[in-house]
């Protein structure tokens, strides 16, 4: 079956290489990417028909009014069968916080808000698919950090800023978020986030980093994962049979295996506490799922899984409504 897929970030690194695959294999890839130019040159080498797959998609998950504007796009135009939050800003060379337009600290605002609300925003499509699916990226550098939590009081003037902290901070959300998603509609969306592990850099983006960056990376780089892999492995959850996870099965690591929750991912009140503060902050947008906005343990008792929902036929599984 042809799939449409979304893929943010898809025009280098993993992304490129995950939606060059996807749209190999025949699915309908819609590639989200900030500078449409620099998709469209990252695409122009593959053979016509492969290409012709590839829709490029402006987006730029720092600014709220590109990411409606896209998700309007996609909604319009059918079902989207998954998306793949899989852009995000690490860039070592910003040294102190910088405050996007809409007021929010840049990584938070790309690596956790961003996607949050682009999945949000895209529920209609999704929950119109027969079996949607939403992946979240992670980093299984994490693990380095097992003390870290949501720094709920400094989410937008973090004195604490150093890149690397502001990238684990924001993929830890994502962690969240993906837990909370799948405890609250796991039955009607298949919800993974994917503990990434080291990933060969691209040349240019590895150009870009800092002279000292760029001599440590080089022996981690060369040891890394090749994209191609992890590429891999983001097909296999939107197009293998849905894993139905809830809760924190959907913390999965590259061979799917559901791994540890970060520590601070393991408290409900904390993710319910994320959900409610980055539905604020991204606007209070609609999520087609009703139970999205209602914690697992306020929501109606479950009966269990709903294999009904799960059918070929293009229909929502749900009517559309409010997270509350
Ligand atoms: N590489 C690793 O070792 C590693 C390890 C663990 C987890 N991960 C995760 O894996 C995912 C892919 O990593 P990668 O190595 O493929 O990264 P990458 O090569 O640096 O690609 C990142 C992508 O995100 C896009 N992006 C950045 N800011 C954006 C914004 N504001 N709006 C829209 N797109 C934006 C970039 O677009 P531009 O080209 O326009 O900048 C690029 O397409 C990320 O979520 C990353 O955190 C990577």
């Given amino acids: 079956m042809t799939r449409r897929i979304a893929i943010t970030g898809a025009n280098i690194g993993i992304g490129l290489r995950a939606a060059t695959a996807l749209a190999g294999a025949g699915h309908q890839v819609l590639a989200l990417c900030r500078d ?32 409606r504007a896209a998700a309007e796009q996609i909604v319009a135009a059918g079902p989207l069968d998954a998306l793949i939050n899989n852009a995000a800003v690490f ?12 007021g929010h600290e840049l990584f938070w605002a790309t690596n956790h808000l961003g996607p949050v609300e682009l999945t949000a925003r895209l529920s209609p ?9 939403v992946v979240f990226v992670a980093s299984k550098g994490l693990v380095t950090m097992p003390r870290l939590a949501i720094r709920f009081e400094e989410l ?16 830890l959300a994502q962690v969240m978020t993906a837990v909370t998603l799948a405890e609250r509609v796991g039955d009607v969306l298949d919800v993974s986030c994917l503990r990434v592990p080291a990933v060969r850099l691209d040349p240019v983006r590895l150009a870009a ?7 440590l990376y080089a022996p981690k780089n060369h040891l890394a994962a ?14 293998a049979a849905p894993r139905h996870a809830r809760g924190a099965d959907s913390y999965v690591d ?11 991912a393991r408290n409900a009140a904390q993710r319910d506490r994320l959900w409610a503060v980055t539905q604020v902050a991204i606007g209070d947008p609609p ?14 008792p479950r009966l269990g899984l709903h294999p009904a929902r799960w059918t070929d036929e293009r229909t929502p599984p749900m009517t559309p409504g409010h997270h509350s």
């Avoid at 040159?41 to 290409?51: F, H, I, K, S, V």
């Avoid at 070592?92 to 809409?102: L, P």
């Avoid at 090749?226 to 197009?239: D, F, K, T, W």
């Avoid at 295996?257 to 970060?262: E, G, N, Q, S, T």
């Fill in 156 to 171: 937008d003037q973090p004195t604490w800023f150093t890149p690397t902290r502001a990238y684990y901070h924001a993929k």
């Fill in 254 to 264: 590259e061979r799917l295996h559901p791994v540890p929750l970060p520590r601070a």
């Fill in 91 to 102: 860039d070592q060379s910003v040294r102190t916080a910088r405050i996007t337009a809409a």
């Fill in 287 to 300: 999520w087609a799922w009703t139970d999205a906005g209602v914690p697992a343990r306020e929501a109606p």
């Fill in 226 to 239: 090749r994209p191609e892999q992890i590429a891999g492995v983001y097909a296999q959850l939107v197009l």
């Fill in 125 to 133: 499509a999704l929950a119109a698919a027969p079996q949607p699916r």
């Fill in 209 to 215: 980093q800092p002279r000292l960056l760029r001599a």
């Fill in 36 to 67: 449409l130019d620099r998709a469209r040159a990252a695409y122009a080498g593959l053979p016509e028909d492969q290409q012709a797959r590839i829709e490029p998609v402006e987006l730029d998950l720092a600014a709220p009014a590109s990411i």
